[in-house]
């Protein structure tokens, strides 16, 4: 019996250090030695991830804000020296300083930089198969996408509407915060205080153009001039 036992405990030994740990052990220990091994902790649950940023934000409670920091804020002095520019059916007159630029999607026809002090910003000219609505249903729309400081809506849209031959030019001005969707459809929203919203409507050539800023008021107010000039100068060629 003695020699049983003994050659048991080398038996457990020589397995131990083969397995090299005590996962085969405690296998062993269960089979060969009749004691009930311990079965391990199960693992604690993992704590779900804070949420941050301000739950109270447009779209999704839980989407943080965004807002986006100046790029390349720069003093300009406008030269008011023009060239032309030719989009897609549309001329128009450009000041100098507007660098134009390859669109950066499928959906526009043109892209813009303007320089200013709060910050460049992007004029994109888009034109969708099918119309994209007429001027008064996307004027709606782009109102939507403003609030006040307060977050209270903002005060009608200044538009003005001229007709040029065929053609029905509607600007639009919007000043407020911008709490448009990030990408179209987005839950998550920025919110951009001191913004402004220059628009220009085409219609009457087919399916409606859309001149659109929205950027820093400092940069847009710049430009203001310059822009409502732009506009006057649309026309079908």
Not at 51 to 70: C, E, F, L, Q, S
Not at 154 to 173: E, H, I, N, Y
Request: glycine letters at 12%; charged letters at 20%.
């Amino acid at each position: 019996l003695f020699l049983h036992r003994r050659f048991d405990r080398q038996r457990i030994g020589f397995a131990h250090r083969m397995d090299g740990g005590a996962g085969f052990h405690s296998h062993l220990d269960q089979n060969a030695c009749g004691h009930q091994a311990a079965a391990p902790a199960p693992d604690a649950p993992k704590p779900m991830p804070a949420i941050t940023g301000n739950p109270g934000a447009p779209g999704d409670p839980h989407a943080p804000p965004t807002t986006r920091a100046p790029i390349n804020p720069q003093e300009v002095t406008p030269s008011g020296q023009l060239r032309p520019e030719k989009i897609e059916g549309i001329n128009a007159q450009v000041p100098n300083e507007w660098t134009r630029k390859p669109p950066s999607n499928g959906m526009r026809l043109a892209e813009f930089t303007l320089p200013g002090p709060g910050g460049e910003v992007t004029l994109v000219v888009s034109r969708f198969a099918g119309g994209g609505g007429d001027a008064a249903s996307n004027v709606n729309r782009w109102q939507t996408q403003f609030t006040k400081p307060d977050g209270s809506p903002v005060d009608a849209a200044r538009t003005k509407t001229d007709v040029r031959g065929s053609l029905t030019v509607t600007t639009v001005d919007i000043v407020g915060t911008n709490v448009a969707a990030v990408t179209p459809g987005s839950p998550e929203r920025y919110h951009e205080p001191d913004s402004r919203l220059l628009g220009v409507i085409v219609e009457g050539a087919g399916d409606p153009y859309f001149f659109k800023l929205v950027g820093p008021a400092k940069t847009l107010d710049l430009w203001e001039p310059a822009f409502r000039s732009f506009a006057d100068s649309l026309a079908a060629g």
